[in-house]
Nanobody
Framework: QVQLVESGGGLVQAGGSLRLSCVASGLTFKTVTMGWFRQVPGKERESIAAINYNGAITYYADSVRGRFTISRDNAKNSVYLQMNNLKPEDTAVYYC????????????????????WGQGTQVTVSS
């Protein structure tokens, strides 16, 4: 079965950086698009970034473009999210997701395109 395990969250001051990691198992990682999402209690899950199977295509939400960088290492079945210049409004639970069906090419930011999800990691940015 597919398993996605996020790590790297924590508490950081505004302006600081964090690097999230997601290790995948139970799927052919090098063939799937991976995405990062975040969610604040009471709000809808928000798309943050996505990267296609070979890293040639990346997508970023306007809210994080220029501050966050998504990358992947297919040899390690891992996807990363480097988050710089963090702001209090970045506080959320961050999830990685996998699109095994190839639906995300139509809209990398659509959560419905992703069929597998991790358990999430909390990121808290203090002001």
């Amino acid at each position: 079965q597919v398993q996605l395990v996020e790590s790297g969250g924590g508490l950081v001051q505004a302006g600081g950086s964090l690097r999230l990691s997601c290790v995948a198992s139970g799927l052919t990682f090098k063939t799937v698009t991976m995405g990062w999402f975040r969610q604040v209690p009471g709000k809808e899950r928000e798309s943050i970034a996505a990267i296609n199977y070979n890293g040639a295509i990346t997508y970023y939400a306007d809210s994080v473009r220029g501050r966050f960088t998504i990358s992947r290492d297919n040899a390690k079945n891992s996807v990363y999210l480097q988050m710089n210049n963090l702001k209090p409004e970045d506080t959320a639970v961050y999830y990685c997701a996998a699109d095994r069906r190839g639906y995300s090419y139509r809209n990398y930011g659509s959560s419905g395109a992703y069929d597998s999800w991790g358990q999430g990691t909390q990121v808290t940015v203090s002001s």
